[in-house]
């Protein structure tokens, strides 16, 4: 009896020491299993927690909140109507556009203002006349301007603040008291019916200028003076350093040029003397004659024209308020 005793007491004494390894391999399978069950289940957790913040984040909109979207929603179809209206029309006949009262949908819309628009203005080369010319102000713009701000903004010499403060009253100045000058210049020089007599009296700009400085003055100046130590010349200082930390600035002014230009009229009436160097507010002044006002064909026309620079808008929205709104607040 007492050795058969002690043998139980072995077993058991045994089963105990072995109590704690049991406990870790069934939380061993536990773990397997639960990696059995894929990341689904591991993410649960996780979904619940982002569930939950989500709906005490959804908060009902207060009456303010919504008084002021619909004033906002109000505003913007106010501002788009023309745009809409000129859209609508652009698919309605004479006819329908002459009636009393004056539809806002067209009944039957058709294509043929777009057609004649076509057919009458080569409004494509039109388009191309615009581009190359806003493409090239903006490209000298650019190049004027950052040489210009990065002058004003990084190197130190005698009499800045007044050059800057001159250079800034020249925005002060009418366009229209320098048209006389500049025809004649561009005249003297051979560049009537040409692209750089479009082009260039509009490649340097105080306003950009202006625009770049205050971008450039946000860049800390201990980049500067590190460049400086590195043996960093100005102009590769400019070109790896300033330049891409200011591309919101740049994007504005280059969008700015590039409206600015386009929707040019007088100058390019000024200039142009033949029909294939117009460009496309010009040319989109051709569908209207004295006799009559054909306005389908007026509209579809403008929309032609608007539908490029509307995209680019859109396009560079972002960064055009960046731009502007770079150096508006400190810290």
Do not use: C, H
Not at 14 to 39: H, I, N, Y
Not at 222 to 230: G, M, N
Request: proline content about 6%; aromatic content about 10%.
């Amino acid at each position: 009896m007492s050795e058969a005793g002690s043998r139980a007491r072995r077993r058991g004494g045994l089963t105990s020491e072995l109590g704690p390894a049991k406990q870790v391999a069934v939380s061993g399978a536990e773990r397997v299993d639960r990696s059995r069950l894929g990341p689904t289940s591991l993410l649960a957790p996780a979904k619940q927690i982002a569930v939950t913040t989500a709906a005490t984040r959804r908060r009902p909109l207060r009456p303010r909140q919504v008084g002021a979207y619909v004033v906002l929603a109000l505003v913007a179809l106010l501002v788009a109507f023309p745009l809409l209206l000129a859209l609508s029309y652009s698919f309605m006949s004479e006819r329908d556009i002459v009636q009393f009262p004056p539809p806002i949908l067209p009944a039957n819309p058709t294509f043929a203002n777009y057609d004649a628009v076509l057919n009458e203005i080569p409004i494509g080369r039109y388009l191309l006349n615009s581009f190359v010319v806003s493409g090239a102000v903006v490209i000298g713009q650019l190049l004027t301007a950052s040489l210009a701000a990065y002058a004003f903004s990084f190197l130190a010499f005698r009499g800045r603040s007044l050059l800057f403060f001159l250079f800034l009253s020249t925005l002060m100045i009418p366009w229209e008291a320098t048209i006389i000058p500049n025809y004649l210049t561009v005249r003297q020089l051979g560049w009537i019916d040409t692209y750089q007599g479009l082009a260039v009296p509009f490649m340097a700009t105080a306003f950009g200028t202006f625009l770049l400085r205050q971008g450039f003055m946000q860049i800390p100046r201990e980049l500067w003076d590190s460049a400086r130590i590195d043996g960093a010349s100005s102009f590769r200082f400019l070109r790896s350093m300033v330049i891409p930390l200011s591309r919101p600035a740049l994007a504005t002014v280059g969008i700015y040029g590039f409206l600015s230009t386009y929707n040019q009229y007088f100058w390019p009436l000024l200039i142009t003397n033949q029909t294939l160097m117009r460009t496309t507010q010009v040319g989109v002044a051709q569908l209207r004659f004295e006799e009559s006002a054909r306005w389908g064909v007026i509209m579809a026309g403008v929309i032609m024209v608007a539908v490029p620079t509307l995209a680019l808008l859109i396009a560079g929205q972002r960064q055009l308020i960046r731009g502007l709104t770079a150096g508006a607040v400190k810290g």
